[in-house]
């Protein structure tokens, strides 16, 4: 597998041990939860404002990708990143949480809008496309007696803590299951080809 066809699977956080367990950090534990599965290790890789780790999967090159950056110029360390390694826009998939979903759904899609997201806002103004997979992980909107930043910056309640490993599972295992569909249809049209 060439260079253009490696894959850049990016978690939406913000760094720090404050934010480590809050609702808006869902796409971190799920792509942090991913690297341990793997036995694969984060580095800090300030070039890049992201921790940065890197593997095989599927006989497909992987990089995991947390930008630093906070969630509000995510976008900024992502197209850095694919800038550098000269990876393709349409090899990104952003896994990030979604208010718009109760918690524990999943909502997989190949592009869209940022559903007001500030993460995948960022992402799209920086790489001038909303052409990327995403997955967004539900994390409900319980809004009473506090705003929607008061709300995802709030650790996960405790009945939320109880079900969070499971869920973390679930998006790994979709990420898993799209890795291996895209390198099966990526074969398929190189043989195609020939």
Known sequence: MNASSALV???LGNPGKKY???RHNLG???????ATLHGWSFKDEKEFNAKVAKGDLFGRKVH??????????????????LNFYKLAEDNVFVVSDDINLPFGQLRLRKAGSSGGHNGLKSIEANLGTS???????????QLIDRTLADY?????SHEELELLAKFV?????????????????LENKNESKE
Do not use: W
């Open 169 to 185: 599972q679930k998006g790994i295992a979709i990420l898993e299951n799209e890795m291996a569909h895209d390198l099966t249809h």
């Open 152 to 156: 995802v910056l709030e650790n996960f």
């Open 9 to 11: 699977i990016v978690g």
């Open 64 to 81: 995991l990708l947390l930008p630093t950056t906070y969630m509000n110029e995510s976008g900024s360390a992502v197209k850095r990143y």
């Open 20 to 22: 480590e367990l809050t």
């Open 131 to 141: 052409m990327y997979k995403r997955l967004r992980m539900g994390v409900g909107c």
């Open 28 to 34: 971190y534990l799920v792509i942090q939860g991913l």
